[in-house]
């Protein structure tokens, strides 16, 4: 068996630069890279149900939109295999049988869902207010993660920093199953960014992360006039109020998204943005602007209309497929009922291998022998 991937995005908004850099642009990577026998891109809708139950047309509605960034950022149909969560009843079954090889315990113990918990307000405790609780579906949707991976057998899970904790669950479970009912799951293995700075993009406010619900996000989508506001009102050095005063690097939001997406011809082909009229500069890379600030003298301004240039060169070219993509949604619907009839077949032989360690697939041609010998002691 060859190399397998699975991955995917919670469908609660168009995805944003940290999804692209998180994970995305290393999809895209992966894909064209030949290594793999197999990709599986996943729409989790019904994850992203878990805490959006009251309001499924969101959801809903969002399908489309990332759909459309996977499209836009260079998922090819053709070598990846892009399908809707919910549509899959087998990842539901596989779920439930997970949900008895993992501790109440061991779930609060889980340092993603502690942090996204906390980042939805729900409160930890016994309530007798259901509002004030946390949802099961929620509180258990590492397991149907497992069920997620494991139904696919992926080899490989390319994701974030933060959704390391999350594959580790994953490989218990894997690991207590085997152990219990036979070799029948692949452990995976995950892959994390190669650019350190791409781990956990930041929000433009300097918040730890990037996210939807904080308004701190910067989208694929985003007209390039956007970007360009979105850089101005972003958060960089505290300290650094005169142009001349040293500046600090470390910690500075404009800093790690030249970390993660600069390139060394940018600086021929965007340097005028370091030409002014009391000052200018020529660099050759990004440790000789690091360095000049530091030292003073080079102002935010500077700064961040280099960063503009950068992020729009990089979304330019996926915001024209996108517009082209629009124009075309029927398209779109195709590429994702075909996806996920394909990704069915293949987790619902996950499941007959599941059931059939577990010794409940009752009516598989040759059972009703076994059965009868086993209950006459034979």
């Avoid at 300097?206 to 009102?233: F, P």
């Avoid at 360095?291 to 950068?310: H, P, S």
């Avoid at 979304?315 to 619907?333: G, H, S, T």
Wanted: hydrophobic share 40%; net charge negative.
């Amino acid at each position: 068996m060859g190399k397998v991937i699975l991955t995917g995005d919670r469908p609660t908004g168009r995805l944003h630069i940290g999804h692209y850099v998180g994970s995305l642009r290393r999809r895209v990577e992966l894909q064209d890279s030949g290594q793999f026998e197999k990709i599986f891109i996943m729409i989790a809708d019904a994850q992203a149900l878990t805490d959006n139950a009251d309001n499924p047309a969101k959801v809903r509605q969002n399908i489309f939109e990332v759909a459309l960034d996977y499209l836009s950022a260079g998922l090819d149909p053709e070598k990846s295999n892009i399908f809707i969560q919910s549509q899959i009843s087998e990842l539901t079954e596989l779920t439930f049988f997970y949900n008895n090889l993992v501790t109440v315990q061991r779930l609060r113990r889980n340092p993603t869902v502690k942090q996204e918990m906390s980042l939805r307000g729900f409160n930890d405790e016994d309530e007798a207010d259901n509002k004030a609780g946390i949802p099961v579906g929620f509180f258990c949707y590492p397991i149907s993660q497992a069920a997620d991976i494991t139904a696919f057998k992926a080899t490989t899970v390319p994701v974030g920093e933060d959704q390391a904790p999350m594959l580790e669950q994953t490989r218990e479970i894997v690991h207590k199953f085997n152990s219990t009912y036979g070799p029948v799951l692949v452990m995976p293995e995950i892959l994390l960014p190669d650019n350190s700075a791409c781990l956990r993009l930041p929000g433009t406010d300097g918040k730890a992360k990037m996210s939807k619900s904080l308004g701190n996000c910067i989208y694929l989508s985003d007209s390039a006039e956007t970007v360009a506001e979105k850089v101005r009102g972003m958060y960089t050095d505290p300290l650094h109020l005169q142009v001349s005063d040293p500046g600090h690097v470390e910690g500075n939001t404009v800093f790690t998204y030249l970390d993660a997406f600069c390139r060394p011809g940018d600086f021929e082909r965007f340097g005028d943005c370091f030409k002014g009229r009391k000052a200018s500069f020529e660099f050759h890379s990004l440790d000789e602007v690091k360095r000049q600030y530091e030292a003073g003298g080079l102002g935010d301004v500077m700064i961040k209309n280099f960063l503009t240039a950068v992020l729009n060169d990089t979304l330019e070219p996926i915001r024209v497929r996108r517009a082209e993509l629009e124009k075309d949604l029927p398209y779109v619907y195709e590429v994702l009922r075909k996806g996920t009839e394909a990704a069915r077949e293949v987790a619902a032989q996950t499941l007959a291998e599941v059931k059939a360690a577990m010794k409940i697939n009752y009516f598989d041609p040759g059972m009703l022998d076994v059965m009868i010998r086993e209950r006459n002691g034979q």
